[in-house]
């Protein structure tokens, strides 16, 4: 018996190689105050940029200048995005209504040349 | 005994405590010392993501976790050829090189069996109850084979061991 301690005092002597260190667990625990910040960064952002998009015209409509040159449909489809998840489901019902909804897509978001203020209609004239 | 939830920090202190040892069991079942490392860390990074009730002891539940990975991954790589493992398993307090290989040696020449009972009262310093938890036998059978696998070592280290006197 006291030969066996001996022998596992012994045994003991020699220190098997440690893995390396652990690397970090990214578990959602740990990141979710990251992805809050930065999901109410990103809103805080847009709603600034928003607000002073929104003052931005109403100033100018308030001082009589006219809007500003519609470049393309761009804005329009801030207003009116496109909504994929009906043109989807359209597209895979094969339903009538699919054609329909693209042309009026592309209507939306190619650029327009029928306005006035149109970029297209301002460059045709230069 | 009962079930318990394991926190990041008993995790990361069950890491410091056996990840060593593990990772020389765990080279029993894999090819090199790489595979070895991937096996344990695996386990310890799931541990940390799931943290699950574990209703036995930690190191019991942590060689079984191990065991349970190597023998998957053996069932996942069944066809890719091992590369020989150049690392050494031991490091010796007083600097004992040639010790340390024969004990490398006469390790890797013990059944399976033998080897992870000497393993986790050895190098984790768990009880043969503990031992026996982890394999899956009676206490008397990890006995038993903890003391072959003592006897066996005794005979293959006896001239590096200088027991007498």
Known sequence: MNDDRKFEAFLREFEPRSPR????AKTLSRS???LAAAAALILAVGGVSLWIGRHHIQTNQRDGQPPALSVTGAAANQQQPISTISLT???LEGSPDFDRELD???RRSLPRFDRKDSMLRVLAKE | ??????SANDVKQLYDRHGAALLLFARGFAADVSAAEDLVHGVFLNLLRTRPNVREAPAAYLYRAVKNAALNAQRNHSREAPLPDHEAWFTHRGGDRESALALQSALAELPAEQREAVVMRIWSGMTLEEVAEA???PPNTAASRYRYALGKL????KPHAKLEG
Do not use: Y
Request: proline share 15%.
């Open chain 1, 32 to 34: 979710w105050p990251r």
């Open chain 2, 154 to 157: 005794r005979e293959i280290l």
């Open chain 1, 89 to 91: 489901r359209a597209a």
């Open chain 2, 135 to 137: 394999t899956g036998v």
């Open chain 2, 1 to 6: 005994m009962p079930e318990q939830k394991l």
């Open chain 1, 21 to 24: 260190p652990l690397p970090q």
């Open chain 1, 104 to 106: 009026d897509m592309s």
